[in-house]
Structures are given as structure tokens and as C-alpha cells.
T-cell receptor
């Protein structure tokens, strides 16, 4: 079974530029999560999708971050414009459904450096 | 707000030493508890999880964790570590009524010397 795929693996941009990250969850997984992991900290949830609907985006900085999952499969996370403090690893995870016993499977992450 | 605290940021052990990593959470309701591991250059992987039942749970690679509800703790243990256990370990908590949101601790870096 293929895991969660993310691209790119690394990205370096200057502040005020835009950037987009892509995630393809495990086949058949209805729930998709984006986490932000700043160096020295644990991952923090940014947004959770159930199919193509948003379940939780309470910690997403909506003035600069946006995410979509139009067809309920893959997802894109965008930052526009980027700030220095956005430097982090952006992790995508997925679970089969909405059971609270589901295990989240994580992708390799995209490491973003904002200069 | 929910929070998770991992007591040790960096632990250095020799091979065959015993390991215990502390994890405490702040939430009074029913929770699900997890330990994830991230080996160098790899993605986060589930080590073990607790949902209900026996508070002593066993995971992969000889790891186990004990849920002590009265202490809001979920400490990770391994009787004898190996060099290959060198990794970063994250404790995470989720409300059992919640369908997804994991709250992670800040992580503990374990370095095992051969």
C-alpha cells in the first residue's frame, strides 16, 4: 500500500513570495490533515478535511494560508505572502474515515525555508 | 486548552539501557493517546496507541506505554534500547469524541550510543 505522498520535499523562498504544497493521501482515505511543525516543536494542526469539506480550520492563519481538496482526494496548501515565521515542515496525514479510533498516517513532509 | 508536555527534550543513553520518556496532558475528559516516532530522514510513524481497556499497551519494536488516568500521564518505556532506536519521539493526545485533531508534545530526541 502506497503511503501519503507530498511534494516538493524542500522549498526555499523569500519573504512575501507565494508557495504551494501538494499532498496525495493513501488511496481511499476520506480524511486529510495538514500540520505545521516548527523546529523544536511538535506538529500543530492547520486544517482537517473530510472528503472535500473542511472539518476544522480553527488554527489556520486565513489571512495568508489557504487549502483546498476539490475532488476529495489530493489537496493543496498555499501560503501567500510568506513570512519568516512560516519556516517549518508542513506535514500531510490521512485516515480512512471519521472513526475516532482511526490512526493518522503521515507523509514525509515539505520543509519550507523563508529567507 | 488542551496541551501535552514531554518532560525530556534530549535523552542520551548507552545501548542496553532502559528508557522511560514522560508525557503528561491537560484535559479532563476521555482521551485517546499516542506515541509517534520519527527516525532520521523518515516520516512520523505510529509506535503505539491507547483507546480503551488495558492501560498497559504494547507497540512495535519492544516499546510499551502505561496510561495512568489519575496522573494524566502516558509514559513510554523500553527495557533495553538499541542504537537503531535513535530518533525523535512525540506524544500526542486526542479527545475520544473528536474525529481527528491530534495535540502533540514538543518531542524528545533520543540518542543511543553504541
Amino acid at each position: 500500500e502506497a503511503g501519503v505522498a507530498q511534494s516538493p520535499r524542500y522549498k526555499i523562498i523569500e519573504k512575501r513570495q507565494s508557495v504551494a504544497f501538494w499532498c496525495n493521501p493513501i488511496s481511499g482515505h476520506a480524511t486529510l490533515y495538514w500540520y505545521q511543525q516548527i523546529l523544536g516543536q511538535g506538529p500543530k494542526l492547520l486544517i482537517q478535511f473530510q472528503n472535500n469539506g473542511v472539518v476544522d480550520d480553527s488554527q489556520l492563519p486565513k489571512d495568508r494560508f489557504s487549502a483546498e481538496r476539490l475532488k476529495g482526494v489530493d489537496s493543496t496548501l498555499k501560503i501567500q505572502p510568506a513570512k519568516l515565521e512560516d519556516s517549518a515542515v508542513y506535514l500531510c496525514a490521512s485516515t480512512p474515515g471519521r472513526q475516532h479510533t482511526d490512526t493518522q498516517y503521515f507523509g514525509p513532509g515539505t520543509r519550507l525555508t523563508v529567507l | 486548552a488542551q496541551s501535552v508536555s514531554q518532560h525530556n527534550h534530549h535523552v542520551i543513553l548507552s545501548e542496553a539501557a532502559s528508557l522511560e520518556l514522560g508525557c503528561n496532558y491537560s484535559y479532563g475528559g476521555t482521551v485517546n493517546l499516542f506515541w509517534y516516532v520519527q527516525y532520521p530522514g523518515q516520516h512520523l510513524q505510529l509506535l503505539l496507541k491507547y483507546f480503551s481497556g488495558d492501560p498497559l499497551v504494547k507497540g512495535i519494536k519492544g516499546f510499551e506505554a502505561e496510561f495512568i488516568k489519575s496522573k494524566f500521564s502516558f509514559n513510554l518505556r523500553k527495557p533495553s534500547v538499541q542504537w537503531s532506536d535513535t530518533a525523535e519521539y512525540f506524544c500526542a493526545v486526542k479527545r475520544s469524541s473528536n474525529t481527528g485533531k491530534l495535540i502533540f508534545g514538543q518531542g524528545t530526541t533520543l540518542q543511543v550510543k553504541p
